[in-house]
């Protein structure tokens, strides 16, 4: 014999998820036009090493700009991380195989510098397009690094 009673389940109320993910913003076509210039900037620069994404930070005046920042700040942050890891393994490879680690090296720090061109590209082909996605592998995680940082509105001071 069994010990249970089979009884259909009743479902929970719940509340419906909000709509949306709120750090990927749906942008009105206003804040889009409002916010592209400076979000194609940031990621042109970005190819040549300029910052130019802390300009959105600092200002936070539109949701399409500051995503992007967002987003390129993240790619920034990256780069910092992979050259610096790079150059520790670089010195200790060289260090260890009397300067024949750097054969191994040097490609791998061009495939390094590819793939960032490549994630900067597809950043940059999102804001020309006016569409807030994250870059592959590290957009979501600046979602989540930096949903802390609002939107000011103009009246108030108060974040979005």
Same mark, same amino acid.
């Given at each position: ?32 036009? !409002?916010? @592209? +210039? ?6 042109? $620069? ?7 994404? &802390? #300009? /959105? ?27 610096? !890891?790079? @150059? +520790? ?6 260090? $260890? ?7 191994? &090296? #040097? /490609? ?53």
């Amino acid at each position: 014999m069994t010990d249970f009673i089979d009884v259909p389940a009743t479902p929970h109320p719940t509340k419906p998820p909000p709509p949306g993910n709120p750090e990927r913003p749906d942008c009105t076509p206003a804040e889009v036009a !409002a916010g @592209k +210039v400076m979000a194609v900037v940031s990621y042109a $620069l970005n190819y040549v090493g300029v910052p130019f994404f &802390a #300009v /959105p930070l600092l200002v936070r005046s539109d949701r399409f700009s500051l995503y992007h920042a967002k987003q390129c700040l993240m790619l920034w942050l990256t780069a910092v991380a992979l050259g610096v !890891a790079w @150059k +520790v393994v670089t010195i200790s490879l060289a260090f $260890l195989t009397c300067g024949l680690g750097l054969i191994v &090296a #040097v /490609p791998v720090l061009w495939a390094i510098i590819i793939a960032l061109w490549i994630v900067n590209t597809v950043g940059l082909v999102h804001a020309v397009n006016g569409r807030c996605r994250p870059h592959p592998l590290v957009g979501t995680r600046a979602e989540r690094w930096f949903s802390g940082i609002k939107v000011f509105t103009p009246s108030t001071g108060a974040p979005l």
